[in-house]
């Protein structure tokens, strides 16, 4: 029963037509995380009533109001640096602050550029937001809309709401709002404007003001050195906060690369869905919590489960049933080598298998079945690949979990189990982030 919590969860919320805003923060190349969460939240049914964004946040407030999500995905997952700014690869290698890349008359170059221009022209980025962000569109819908940018001229921040910015301003003061230090300045009827980021890269204050109860607030950055939600809490009187952040990151804020933002993109989906439960895991994202070598192991004859034991440093009681080698042995064992006790099996034995995968360097951006990921492990795991490995982990435990799943595995192979829930979850995922079909029917193939 509780293996399909998640997808019960799923529906529930979405039966519900919950209302919420949310807080999207600045993190130039990271943006394609909140698109991901924008698309986390409309396929868990969630009634969005307001965005509120800094800096690269705003940009995918106003594009998402105005043409959607999935428009906001195409943009995210096909764009690269040369079509936001006029800059040379050797000026974009410096201001993602990769100076190792470049010898000293290259780096020379760039500095000239970047200082002679009073910073790098992103003409082409005005183009593109004028393309994609219809003013009429943000003006008519029920979403609000909350931006945050800093005046140079007046030394001071403005917050501002859609009803309050100038006709025919908007995608300009968008702009200014996401008018990053390197960028040339934005200038709007003779007032010089910065990043918003500046005054508040996390402008929670903007739900506050507005009244909301609900807020999904999507931090990029995390520079709320602590306990990010400690700082989140400051603002939280009358508000219930989901606070979202990236799970790992993929690039600089000034990466801007396609491959990245569909890691990014599908980053901020699934962590989104472990945010509201219906994935768990600890490191990877897995659907449903039932136990993949419960069942396999049992079915063995007593001589194999006795064999696997052994594998392990375990003498297998004789004439004991399968439960007793399973509950009162191996699972004691597990316990034991994890330093993990009181845990229910399965989070036991997914736990393990989550270390295993990240030691293997499984792929993580796939939502997995128990077993999915269980057959992960097996098919990349290959003993002749780690001969001369001496990971302290690998050595204690990693190698006789691994030769003692390799062995049930030749006894009877491991079957994938696929529940018509997580079908039905994989299929919603693989439409939202819709990015490489092929790379999504891979990708579904194994985790399943």
């Not at 009244?211 to 009358?238: C, E, K, P, Q, W």
């Not at 997995?368 to 050595?395: C, K, M, N, W």
Request: charged fraction near 20%; glycine fraction near 8%.
């Amino acid at each position: 029963m509780r293996k399909i919590l998640g997808i019960i969860l799923l529906f529930a919320v979405a039966s519900t037509g919950m209302s919420v805003a949310v807080v999207f923060s600045g993190g130039g190349g990271r943006g394609a995380y909140e698109v991901g969460v924008y698309g986390a939240l409309l396929d868990l049914g969630l009634d969005i009533e307001g965005i509120y964004g800094a800096s690269v946040g705003s940009l995918n407030a106003a594009g998402l109001i105005s043409e959607g999500f999935e428009a906001a995905r195409d943009l995210w997952c096909s764009m690269d640096y040369l079509e936001l700014m006029n800059a040379s690869p050797q000026l974009y290698e410096l201001i993602q602050g990769n100076i190792g890349q470049l010898d000293t008359l290259e780096l020379a170059s760039a500095m000239r550029t970047l200082t002679a221009n009073n910073g790098i022209d992103i003409e082409p980025l005005r183009n593109k937001m004028k393309e994609i962000i219809t003013e009429e569109k943000v003006r008519d819908s029920d979403i609000e809309l909350g931006i945050v940018l800093y005046s140079l001229s007046q030394l001071k921040p403005y917050a501002l709401y859609k009803a309050f910015i100038p006709e025919g301003k908007l995608v300009d003061f968008v702009l200014a709002s996401a008018n990053f230090p390197a960028f040339t300045r934005e200038e709007i009827d003779g007032e010089v404007f910065i990043d918003g980021g500046v005054y508040s890269n996390f402008p929670l204050f903007m739900a506050k003001e507005r009244g909301h109860r609900h807020v999904v607030a999507v931090d990029l950055i995390g520079m709320y050195f602590g306990d990010s939600l400690a700082y989140v809490n400051m603002f939280t009187d009358g508000m219930n906060v989901t606070l979202i952040q990236p799970s790992e990151q993929y690039g600089t804020v000034m990466t801007f690369d396609s491959q990245v933002s569909k890691n990014y993109l599908i980053c901020g989906y699934l962590d989104t869905m472990k945010a509201y439960g219906v994935l768990r895991g600890e490191r990877y994202f897995i659907f449903g919590d039932d136990d993949p070598l419960q069942g396999h192991f049992l079915s063995l004859d007593s001589e194999s489960r006795i064999e696997a034991l052994r594998l392990l440093g375990l003498v297998g009681v004789e004439e004991e049933c399968a439960e007793y080698h399973y509950y009162r042995q191996f699972i004691p064992w597990l316990e034991s080598t994890l330093r993990k006790p009181y845990m229910r099996t399965c989070e036991l034995v997914s736990s393990i298998l989550e270390e295993m995968a990240s030691f293997l360097a499984v792929e993580r951006l796939i939502p997995y079945s128990p077993s999915g990921l269980l057959r992960a492990v097996i098919a990349t795991y290959s003993a002749g690949d780690f001969q001369q490995e001496r990971h302290l982990d690998f050595l204690t435990i990693y190698r006789r979990l691994l030769v003692f799943l390799e062995y049930l595995h030749r006894q009877k192979p491991f079957e994938l189990q696929s529940s018509a829930e997580f079908r039905s979850f994989l299929e919603r995922f693989q439409t939202s982030v819709g990015l490489l079909e092929q790379t999504c029917s891979q990708r579904g193939h194994i985790s399943q």
